[in-house]
């Protein structure tokens, strides 16, 4: 009903930039929050970024000042904007998205993740 395609993800040198890319579509009537969360082999998944239909936004608390998450409202698109790298920044992305669908049904829905790695 809803799919979410994540892009951007690669290897990077310690300061480096990459951006991350997230697509939601299908039977979406309204998109309430689209997020990037990221999990380490080994750790549990954490929160990196949210930002909710009203513009408000959270970040995690080892990325602030770092990574930026924006939206391209238009093409229900989500970006992530990683600046100043660092290795310990090394994971799988995912993107998570909460939408009303057109059945009137609520839900998250979650990407199939992109590899980050960063190189020290």
């Known amino acids: 009903q809803v799919q979410v395609v994540e892009s951007g993800g690669g290897l990077v040198q310690s300061g480096g930039s990459l951006r991350l890319s997230c697509a939601a579509s299908?039977?979406?009537?309204?998109?309430?929050?689209m997020g990037w969360y990221r999990q380490a082999p080994g750790k549990q998944r954490e929160l990196v970024a949210l930002l909710g239909s009203s513009g408000s936004t959270i970040y995690g608390n080892s990325v602030k000042g770092r990574f930026t998450i924006s939206r391209d409202g238009a093409k229900d698109t989500v970006y992530l904007q990683m600046n100043n790298l660092r290795p310990e920044d090394t994971a799988t992305y995912y993107c998570?998205?909460?939408?009303?669908?057109?059945?009137?049904?609520?839900?998250?829905?979650w990407g199939q993740g992109t590899q980050v790695t960063v190189a020290s």
């Open positions: 299908g039977s979406i009537f309204s998109l309430n929050a």
């Open positions: 998570n998205v909460v939408v009303v669908v057109v059945s009137g049904r609520s839900g998250d829905y």
